[in-house]
């Protein structure tokens, strides 16, 4: 499945348990779409946070973060990666 | 070590052996600043790479992109992950 790199902005002051809170919430409605959130990192200081995943759509991606009450500023597939 | 996620912009038209050919000149070289350039991932459409590092400080990532011929347009201590 192609992969993704989402970005959230104006996270600034999210914590860990924040961002795990997050991701969690993400990962419970996943199937729903056939996303596989793999990874994500945080710099609460910026306020962004970068979410790695595979999906069958960017589309996808973004229905399942709104779901999940977070939608993404910008969705950007990643075919190349090393 | 901290994480660092450097972003790259204008790299519209990346190819795959682009994106390998700029991380193996990161990691050619980046032993001179204990660096270690984990992955990096290219959106060729939008022209935007994002680079996921550890590194002492987000000063000696930007020297060995500097130096290997691809500054950053951003750096961001992401000291939370999932």
Redesign the interface.
Known sequence: MP?F?DVHHNMAG???EG??AA?DADLAIQGDENVIFK????????G?V?C?SEAPSQEAVQRIHERAGHPADEI???????
Do not use: G, S
């Not at 950007?76 to 090393?82: L, Q, T």
């Open positions: 992969q790199m999210l914590t860990e961002l795990k991701h990874q994500a990192w945080a710099d609460p200081e910026a962004v970068y790695l950007h597939a990643v075919p190349f990666a090393v």
